[in-house]
């Protein structure tokens, strides 16, 4: 029996290996085609057609493909703005592409500066004598900012455009939190610091009115130039400001009254449109599906159009999503990998450093960090250059006090110079059910902060304290950045937003311009001739999985937000959602605050889609879902 045991276990040791080594050769197989580079072979003459399933961002968030497939989910498909640019200048002069096709079918949205520097690009492919054409079941405000710049908008029969303007509520949450109990204690520097009204009032203060509205002006502003510009023809005026005429002129019918108002150009099913897509670029020779036509897609002509490399190399740090402490990202800029990317870069004989801001701000802490490793290019005398895209306020303008030029350009917005913290105690909700606090404390400070038992005097003054030195720090970073008396810091600061037209006339940034003219005047500065520099962004890695990981666990989402732009009954839902996951988000951030925020919560074009959802987990998030539910 001994023997016979030993060979068992011989045996039994053999097949796990076998299994363990299967299961290597698995995964290996795995990462090879998820980790597999789309083919510039697969480029082919005809079309280049490009599906914007999902959002513009400046800066792609990082997927974890064994986390992905095993949870059985994945983040909604991003796109990166300057990619899609570089694709677009490609197109423009390569023989293989005759035309151009957006499918926006099930395209969610962008920032104004990312969607109007596409619309740039498409009209430099129809001045290379291209036609740009685009399709969707419905076009609402930033679809239009796009198609307005193509040479046909098709639009199909049973879908409709809507333009609404930017704007809308905010939540409050003061009456619930009184009715459960829970004080939101807030401490703040700045009188527009809004973010947290929503904690503390029922309504929308006069100052928050005032700076907020004029914001929302501007863009609108900016944006109907934009389309009016791109689009003669369009009658925004009756779209928007006599709906019930503009939807009679169709017969009450919204694709026909798209017609009218110039909105699109065509009505026709995806059939019709890929049918004049042919005559224009060709027949899809392998594929007789009725609809079809010759296209390169996306990802193959993205990977045939490398960037251009030699000369001296411009460095381009990413600042993109909620500024935080640690390690996080690429998508959020966790303070901690941004410095030591920045601090690994200070070996890579870089000519000049271009800092991209695309965030509304967060940590105090983290956006500290990483201004001190900003300064440290400049205390090498090496230029550094600042690009403002959609959002760069709060933290996002801290990050830029460290640097020679801030570019910006009109919608961007910015300033929110300004700081708070707010921390929910329950001394309330606790004596409701029966508990009390009682102790004996040597100090006044003795066992506080008391979430539960409640703030004494003391603390409450210690944490105003540090609210109000980070924002002394901040308007002093801002004075030396801009060469302003500390006074004149604090009336353009107190939270107060700006656009970026505005921002420039009261000082805050220096000129107009995208990331291009930052890299070319970084460029000059380190004394490169010409185009004899080339651009190196730090810490990308080409995530190559990431399309494949998206298409295998976002189908069914695809398909469902497909219908996110076809009529004004799928804007609904489409709000709907952005809704429940802006009161996730405020109910977190209430429950988890985490020191001083530099962060601007109301700011315009911040878009709950990229943020966290779900239900508040764990801790006093728990908490006060027990006793909303006990209510």
């Not at 040479?151 to 930017?166: F, K, Y």
């Not at 023809?233 to 002129?249: F, H, M, N, P, R």
């Not at 699109?264 to 890929?274: M, S, T």
């Amino acid at each position: 029996m001994s023997f016979v045991g030993k060979v068992w276990k011989l045996l039994v040791g053999v097949k796990d290996g076998l299994v363990l080594l299967f299961m290597l050769l698995f995964f290996v197989a795995l990462f090879g085609i998820l980790s597999a580079r789309p083919s510039p072979g697969q480029v082919r003459e005809g079309a280049l057609l490009i599906e914007l399933s999902g959002v513009v961002v400046e800066e792609k968030s990082a997927i974890d493909p064994i986390t992905a497939l095993l949870s059985g989910s994945a983040p909604m498909a991003e796109y990166q703005a300057r990619d899609i640019i570089r694709a677009l200048d490609a197109a423009a002069t390569d023989d293989r592409i005759k035309a151009v096709v957006i499918d926006l079918t099930t395209f969610v949205g962008g920032g104004q500066v990312h969607l109007t520097a596409i619309g740039e690009a498409m009209d430099r492919v129809r001045a290379a004598k291209k036609p740009v054409m685009t399709f969707a079941l419905g076009y609402a405000d930033d679809h239009m900012l796009l198609a307005a710049h193509a040479s046909e908008v098709w639009l199909d029969p049973q879908g409709a455009a809507l333009i609404t303007g930017p704007g809308g509520s905010y939540l409050y949450f003061a009456e619930l939190l009184e009715k459960v109990g829970v004080t939101a204690r807030v401490y703040r520097a700045g009188d527009y610091k809004s973010a947290t009204e929503p904690y503390s009032r029922s309504t929308m203060s006069p100052e928050a009115r005032e700076n907020i509205g004029g914001v929302y002006g501007a863009l609108w502003e900016e944006w109907q130039a934009n389309v009016k510009k791109a689009r003669p023809k369009a009658d925004l005026a009756q779209v928007t400001g006599d709906t019930a005429s503009w939807i009679a002129s169709g017969g009450g019918d919204l694709a026909t009254a798209a017609i009218n108002a110039g909105l699109v150009d065509k009505l026709g099913d995806r059939v019709a449109f890929g049918a004049r897509v042919a005559d224009i670029a060709g027949e899809d020779r392998f594929d007789k599906t009725p609809g079809a036509f010759a296209a390169s897609e996306f990802d193959a002509f993205l990977a045939a159009s490398p960037e251009k490399r030699g000369g001296k190399k411009i460095g381009v740090i990413t600042i993109a999503g909620e500024i935080v402490d640690g390690e996080a990202g690429p998508g959020t800029a966790g303070g901690t990998r941004i410095a030591d990317l920045l601090d690994d870069a200070l070996d890579d004989d870089l000519a000049a450093l271009v800092v991209r801001v695309d965030s509304p701000g967060g940590s105090a802490i983290a956006s500290e960090e990483i201004r001190r490793a900003i300064q440290r290019f400049r205390d090498r005398k090496i230029p550094v250059a600042v690009s403002f895209a959609n959002i760069a306020a709060s933290g996002g303008y801290w990050v830029a006090t460290s640097s020679d030029r801030i570019f910006a350009q009109p919608e961007t917005i910015t300033g929110s110079i300004g700081v708070f913290a707010v921390i929910p105690t329950f001394e309330q909700a606790a004596a409701r059910i029966g508990v009390t606090t009682d102790g004996v404390r040597t100090t006044p400070l003795a066992g506080q902060p008391d979430i539960i038992g409640g703030f004494s005097p003391e603390i409450d003054a210690v944490l105003q304290a540090g609210v109000a030195s980070t924002y002394r720090d901040f308007l002093a970073r801002v004075s030396k950045s801009r060469n302003m008396p500390v006074e004149r810091v604090d009336a353009l600061g107190g939270g107060r937003l700006w656009d970026g037209g505005a921002a420039r006339q009261v000082g805050l940034v220096d000129q107009f311009g995208g990331i291009e003219e930052a890299l070319e005047w970084a460029a000059a500065k380190a004394g490169a001739e010409g185009k004899d520099w080339h651009p190196v962004y730090l810490g990308e890695n080409a995530d190559n999985f990431d399309p494949l990981i998206r298409r295998l666990l976002t189908s069914e989402a695809d398909s469902a937000r497909a219908i996110s732009s076809g009529g004004p009954f799928a804007l609904v839902a489409r709000r709907q959602n952005e809704l429940a996951a802006r009161l996730t988000g405020d109910v977190e951030r209430l429950m988890n605050a985490q020191g001083v925020q530099a962060i601007c919560l109301e700011c315009p074009g911040r878009s709950p889609m990229r943020e966290g959802s779900g239900a508040p987990s764990g801790g006093i998030a728990a908490l006060l879902r027990l006793l909303i539910a006990a209510e």
